[in-house]
């Protein structure tokens, strides 16, 4: 079954025909019937000479898709290692690194509609983008509370719920100026001061005074990187929603560039986030006193009448427990 088959399209009257900023004065003329257009899609500017793909196949001038393609597998991958590594790291950081492999999960599935609607339509699918960040954005401020909260069992979940809310209006706000259920620039506006605030917690906040009060040199490293992941690496969504609103009008084929932006930053913010986490949580690993570690210890596990967790159960199983964790 094809993405067509599955996305569902709308029969708009001629009258109604909205292409934002690519409407023609007086508007679209005809009769378009079943527009068979992806709901929340930008279209691709005519006249922009940017070579696509054949509809149905990646070629290879496809530059675009063919980096989706790209991300979609690198999610994949690093959805399938984060799960498998959860098992053999320090317990107080199995819910993390967990969460990690959330993210990416979440993405890869999304992703795996967004190549498509590329592939077959040449439209950026904005719409599947906010339903990708509208999950995995609140899971990395989780996975960055759960880093600090392992350290800190006593800091309550007030810290939490700001930065949840904060993200969730920088997403909103996004979200409405990108559909034009909002003003562009005003949304544009609300947006940032919901990025703002996150980036204020966590270098001036409380996020910040926490970090500087814990002793697990590990633990400060991870914040350190996954705060500069979300003031460098969340920049370029700032940048690809300017591009994707300032580009069409001057008929430049910034959808292409727009979503080569978007993919890139996806894996930065959340592959790289997710590995940030990893390598920290690793270098507190101590493989002779944790008994997690049988893994790499067969001998010490048969001696304590215990079985190795390399089955799919037992990973599964740590999942299972982990996600409860999670969810508190």
Not at 301 to 320: D, F, Q, V, W, Y
Request: a negative charge.
């Amino acid at each position: 079954m094809s993405v067509s088959q599955q996305v569902p399209s709308e029969e708009v009257p001629a009258a109604l025909y909205d292409y934002g900023a690519n409407t023609p004065a007086g508007g679209i003329k005809g009769d378009h019937g079943t527009s068979g257009e992806y709901m929340g899609a930008l279209e691709l500017p005519s006249g922009s000479g940017y070579k696509h793909s054949s509809g149905r196949y990646l070629l290879e001038h496809d530059g675009v898709g063919f980096s989706f393609w790209l991300a979609n597998g690198i999610m994949f991958a690093s959805t399938i290692f984060f799960f498998l590594e959860s098992q053999n790291v320090p317990k107080r950081w199995t819910a993390s690194v967990t969460t990690a492999g959330l993210v990416t999960l979440v993405a890869f599935y999304n992703y795996c509609y967004m190549r498509s609607i590329w592939i077959e339509t040449q439209q950026s699918p904005q719409i599947y983008r906010y339903t990708d960040w509208l999950i995995t954005v609140p899971l990395q401020i989780i996975e960055f509370y759960l880093i600090l909260a392992a350290q800190k069992p006593n800091i309550g979940t007030g810290l939490l719920w700001r930065l949840m809310w904060a993200s969730i209006i920088m997403l909103g706000a996004g979200y409405l100026g990108d559909t034009g259920m909002g003003e562009c620039w005003m949304m544009f506006i609300i947006g940032m001061a919901g990025w703002f605030y996150v980036i204020y917690e966590i270098f001036a906040g409380e996020a910040a005074a926490i970090n500087d009060s814990i002793e697990s040199k590990a633990a400060r490293s991870a914040f350190t990187s996954m705060r500069s992941i979300l003031t460098y690496g969340w920049s370029m969504y700032p940048i690809g929603y300017i591009v994707g609103h300032t580009g069409p009008s001057a008929d430049s084929g910034s959808p292409a560039i727009l979503n080569i932006v978007y993919n890139v930053a996806d894996l930065v913010n959340k592959t790289a986030f997710g590995l940030a986490v990893y390598s920290a949580a690793k270098s507190e690993v101590n493989y002779e006193d944790d008994e997690r570690y049988d893994n790499y210890a067969r001998g010490r596990a048969e001696r304590n009448g215990k079985k190795s967790r390399m089955g799919a159960t037992g990973i599964l199983g740590g999942i299972a427990a982990d996600w409860k964790k999670v969810m508190g």
